[in-house]
């Protein structure tokens, strides 16, 4: 399919890079520069991350948010321990056994929850079930913020999770591949949303906000990123080149065009879900608080979008979903309601 008619709502990693990110990809493309992260715009980039987050914490740099979870969980557990997490989280049903593979077994326990959140009863319950030596021990509580469904953890509501995680000893990971789209969308700090309220390590998504490709892994404990260079090297993630990572995060972070490249997302999700009240008998199946809207289709209505060429998942029989980026606009949607409209049920 042609580029400039690709009419998709499939997902924001359909995106191409954003002018900021290109941009300082081509000035970082003058001359040459040391190898394997040694160079002034990782170090620059190290540094931003840490000046927008307020604090001292270690960063990581990978390709993609498969290994910045599956990495990051494996350097907070050992292989005998279990990691709490939603039925929906992409580490359980989009990872393929990533987090399980890096940390040689750590199993996953999975919790039900309204909106494809977890809840400290639900974690609880998880926590408590067992204690015998028969069973892999609790350790980590992992949140995905914003989650598979676009919806938010509240301050609050993290802050509830950390106190379950401080009563039975559990660290919590956050997985931020929509990180900045729940940031806008809370609108509090970077550093309240992860260590204030009691994050641990953060996977921080890059793609989805308008990068190529790269995210990064945020340690606000310390001593848990002991040796997480030689982990990042051994998966095969280890950018020789990494200034092509780094210098995009340095575009992505300046001026805010991650915030604003979020607050657009969220925005047109939100003209998508106003616009659609106009439609009879659409109801939308949870709230929306970033990039996505998740709402059902009759499979007549399904049938006739594809046709016409409008792209977005399916996910079987429950529900369907539209996805916006940095680079959506009003008069795609306003085409897609006017042809949600026109078709005869
Ligand atoms: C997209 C996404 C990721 C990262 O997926 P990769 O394809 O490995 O980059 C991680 N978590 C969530 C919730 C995502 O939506």
Not at 118 to 137: C, F
């Amino acid at each position: 399919m042609k580029n400039e008619n690709y009419e998709q709502f499939a997902s924001d990693n359909y995106s191409g890079i954003c002018p900021e990110v290109l941009e300082s990809l081509l000035k970082a493309n003058q001359g040459s520069s040391p190898a394997y992260g040694n160079d002034i715009y990782t170090q620059q980039a190290s540094d931003k991350i840490r000046e927008i987050f307020e604090c001292d914490c270690e960063v990581f740099f990978v390709f993609n948010g498969t290994a910045a979870n599956a990495l990051s969980l494996a350097s907070m557990s050992q292989s005998y321990h279990s990691v709490i997490c939603h039925e929906l989280a992409h580490i359980e049903t989009d990872e393929c056994g990533a987090p399980e593979f890096a940390s040689n077994g750590a199993k996953l326990l999975l919790a039900s929850g309204e909106n494809g959140k977890l809840n400290p009863s639900s974690i609880e319950e998880l926590a408590t079930k067992r204690t015998d030596i028969h069973y892999p021990k609790p350790k980590i509580i992992s949140i995905t913020q914003a989650n598979e469904l676009g919806v938010t953890y509240s301050i609050k509501e993290i802050e509830a999770i950390r106190k379950v995680a401080n009563k039975h000893s559990l660290r919590i990971h956050m997985d931020g591949a929509r990180f900045a789209n729940a940031l806008v969308s809370l609108g509090c700090t970077p550093a309240e949303m992860t260590w204030k309220s009691g994050v641990d390590v953060l996977s921080l998504g890059g793609t989805k906000n308008g990068m190529a490709f790269g995210e990064a892994v945020v340690f606000f404990d310390k001593d848990l990123s002991e040796d997480f260079e030689y982990r990042v090297k051994q998966a095969g993630q280890l950018a020789s080149k990494m200034r092509f990572i780094t210098s995009q995060w340095l575009g992505l972070l300046k001026n805010d065009v991650w915030l604003k490249n979020a607050r657009h997302a969220n925005s047109m999700a939100k003209y998508f879900a106003t616009r659609l009240e106009e439609v009879d008998g659409v109801n939308l199946l949870c709230p929306v608080d970033a990039n996505e809207v998740f709402l059902k289709l009759k499979p007549e209505v399904e049938v006739a979008l594809k046709k016409q060429g409008w792209i977005f998942y399916a996910f079987i029989g429950i529900s369907h979903r539209f996805v916006f980026s940095w680079d959506s606009t009003k008069e795609r949607i306003d085409a897609l309601i006017e042809d949600i409209k026109s078709i005869e049920i």
